[in-house]
């Protein structure tokens, strides 16, 4: 059973949702589709009104693409990238420089591979052979501390600047900086998710959550784990000795979360 959906869950302490995600099939061609996640910038008035500008103005632009196009991924991520910067400007203009912002994490499927669009901190998963990869790496102000090697990535949730993203849609031209990457349509899953998801359940969580869990229930089981479940984090004392600034610890519910996922047929 092939399974194309998406789920959102406001949590327990915003009183808005500012994500925005899209799970759809080409009316042309259903074996084409485009899968989205967006978080409207935390912190930041009407984060909701980007993130939604963004996924209508993308899944439109996906709609009237004929398919030839669609299936010549190089001319997809070429349109793609000019189209988003024209995006990010309508923005700036309409609403003024340091008003508002989305992430982006974006797939489009074709016949011959998936192309990943990534800005910001949402995060792209394939699951391959009984393994959860993230592919996508974060636009953030931790990363860094992960990728050369100081920090594992399950304890960069656990630094106050988690939430500073590098990368976004809107706020300034200079942030609008897009990440791409082809992979082969090998896998068995392609997920999506914003960080209210990933901050608050650890890759090695939800790679148990999918292999227990019947399809049709996995992305609901992994939306209401990271939002109603008590994860019971503890700061390691090793990055207490190592580094001496405040820390925060991740609690339930904290954040909107949501969720992409692409199941293909067995």
């Known amino acids: ?56 103005s993308l899944t439109r632009w996906f709609y009237n693409k004929d398919i030839r196009t669609l299936n010549n991924t190089k001319r997809v991520e070429q349109l793609l990238k000019k189209y988003i910067k024209k995006l990010n400007t309508n923005l700036i203009r309409k609403y003024g420089e340091d008003t508002l912002g989305t992430t982006l994490t974006l797939g489009i499927i074709n016949k011959n591979n998936t192309l990943i669009i990534n800005i910001g901190d949402s995060r792209a998963y394939i699951y391959k052979k009984k393994k959860l990869l993230q592919i996508t790496e974060d636009d953030s102000d931790v990363w860094d501390y992960y ?72 992305l609901g ?29 991740p609690f339930k519910g904290r954040d909107n979360a949501s969720g992409v996922i692409y199941i293909k047929e067995a």
């Open 221 to 249: 089981d992994i939306i209401n784990e990271a939002v109603y479940v008590d994860q019971h984090f503890h700061i390691p004392l090793s990055l207490k000795i190592k580094y001496k600034n405040k820390y925060i610890l």
């Open 1 to 56: 059973m092939e399974i194309l959906e998406t789920k959102t869950d406001i949590g327990l302490i915003r009183s808005q949702n500012e994500d925005t995600v899209v799970a759809i099939k080409h009316p042309r061609n259903k074996n084409i589709k485009l899968l989205l996640a967006a978080d409207g910038m935390g912190g930041r008035e009407f984060g909701e009104i980007a993130s939604s500008y963004i996924a209508k």
């Open 147 to 218: 990728k050369y090697g100081n920090v594992k990535k399950d304890y960069l949730r656990f630094f106050p600047n988690n939430s500073i993203i590098t990368a976004c849609i809107g706020i300034c031209s200079e942030l609008c900086k897009i990440t791409t990457l082809t992979i082969e349509n090998d896998y068995e899953m392609l997920l999506l998710f914003t960080d209210g998801v990933t901050d608050n359940i650890t890759d090695k969580k939800i790679n148990k959550i999918i292999k227990k869990t019947p399809k049709e229930y996995l």
